[in-house]
């Protein structure tokens, strides 16, 4: 009886011992051989990773992809779309080594691929022409310390999406223009006054369905933050930053707008004219202006003290790390980066061209143009640190610490939303990511 | 003889139990270029005395704790009910046995999706407009998943509804274990119904009912799916609803924390292993020893 029951204990210890080696190789693989990327022949099958996003989106990738396979014979794109709830996951997951030659990213991610070592700078596989048409908006969320790593097809922009027969009707005056924008007590006053015309007494839309423990809370409500003369982070650190007094009272205000918000669980609020405004991105313009017609109107977000603001970035195209054949890669993105491309995908998903020429020729961004608001938020940039009062658009930090900065803080959201303490869920949002910070040596890039 | 048994157990439990156990007592990130650095007892430290921390899981522990408590007493209830109900020669039982089944065919996700729907907490969600015309009107719109007092409720409701099938399908099969016999000599006792249940079919059953009562334990400590799912669609008060399986995957995948939530998952399967323990000496099967 003794002697088996001896030998499995045996088993188990040796089992039990070979379990730290085994965690430590695996470990180890994540950060280990310098990996780059190879230029390669310039020929032959790359595997592409795209998002599977709107259905109008990915159309217009699967036909630039088809076009760029019967145009010529030298590359051939193998398109793999992976669900884009799960996309982040699945490359965060996934070795340098198993991930495709070229694949798409959305933008606040990108400095955690590049620290990776997933993502290889794009410079000198794409051409310059192809650089230097990029907006300068697109080129900042891409850049790390002079290099590019992606850029996107298009960008992106946070609106209030206005509804004008039912903001007439309630007497409420809007701004026409980022100069006269209104200020939070403005938006505040409105919203009672709207309620006061509205069945329901509710409103306003702010997107409630698509949670805000997620990127759909930093992005858009991080302007707030900026709004108000916070940041998420300044210098690598949320403390001075997130925590400050007004940013505590621009997120109460926050708050108090809940019992005008519809929670539109059917996704069609505002296009059913149940609420007056909504606070949402670019993307919902053509079902939006499909449903009102010239009744709609496209206001900035309000402004809490810092000017107005608005979120800035969106999915990005960049070459992977370990690609074999990053010449080959490069002459896809310039496909997929020139007019014809960027203008059918910008027409199919309402986003503004990321593009200097693509965006001229736009018809609902140029001068005039019915979303000539978003454009005007774009062409004043403040890149991800220099937030001033008269620059509007902002990207989100370029850091690899952001999943961290973007969990924290959705969650700080959703419970504010949800009735918490603004200050202590906003302290607490600061005291998680500065730790985060200081055990992972602030996050540099090696 | 147990050899495969063995194997099979520090395969599937041993191996990445010991991997979670090394794992948390390093700073290890997902895919940092960071090696991983020795935390000896920190990330341990940190989830019981860093309140920011500490906090959330205790909570987290307390509503796994809560669920556990109200699911398996009234879940295993409700199952052996529907069971003794569709124990019977009915015409068509087959199709009243699989309609019963049917929600736990559907995935949890697809289910939180719909129970969201009822829950909605405008004056559109269907259980807030069923209310409203039950009571002529009087009952205005209520955010069931957004109030912390009935969050956590929604959230047992909608596991029940979904995992009941399962019980009742197992207590089924032990139902019809019990030999007609017994209940016809019962009858010829004159004892009657309450007394057969008492007497005949409770007995007959009991290693099932264990059986059950013990499963329920085991998933009703597993819940995250339904969290997660309504969580993301927005709307549910997540401190009121945060159970340690939800903490310990968004501390891993959200903010690739692996070391802090492999502490997480060490502590939660210690307490796991322990109170399915104490459950077993309490109740035990009368065929053991």
Redesign the interface.
Known sequence: MSSPSRKHRRTARTGLALVPLVALAACGSGGGSDASAEAGSGKGTISVWAHQGQKNETSALQNAVKSFNSSQNKVKVDLKLIPDTDYTKTITATDASELPDVMEFDGPTMANFVYNKKLAPIDTYVSAKTLGNATDASKAQGEIDGKHYGLGMYDSGLGIYGNKKLLDAAGVKYPTSLSDDWTAAQFTAALKALKAKDSDGKPLDLQETAGYANEWGTYGFAPIVWSAGGSLLKDGKAEGALDTPAVVSALKTFQSWKTYVDPNTDGNAFAKGRVALSWVGHWMYPAYSKALGDDLVVLPLPDFGNGPKTGQGSWAWGIGADTKNAKAAGTFLDTLLDDTNVTAMTTANGAVPATKTALAKSSLYKQGGPLQLFADQLAKPCGDSDITKSCVAVTRPVTAGYPTVTAKFGEALNSIYGGADPKSALEKATRAIDQDYSDNAGYKIP | M??PA??GL?AFV??PF??AV??SF???????????SFFGLEQYRRLFTDP??SGPFLRALLNNLTFAVVVVPVQTALALGLAILLNRKLKAIGLFRSLFFMPVVFPMALVAVIW??IL??????MLNSALHAVSFGNWGAFDWL?DSATAMASIIVLSIWQGVGFQMVILLAGLQQIPGELYEAAELDRASRWQQFRHVTLPGIRGTLVFVVMLTSVLSFRVFDQVYVL?????L???ATRTVMYQAV?TA?????IGQASAITVVFFLIVVVLTLIQRRVVRPENED
């Open positions: 147990s050899a063995v194997v520090i041993g191996v010991g991997y090394v794992l390093y700073n290890v990130r997902l895919g940092s270029p960071l090696a991983p920011d921390l969201r729907l909605a907490r405008s004056d559109q969600g957004g969580v993301r669609g927005g709307g008060d997540e401190d968004t995948f959200d903010q690739n924390n």
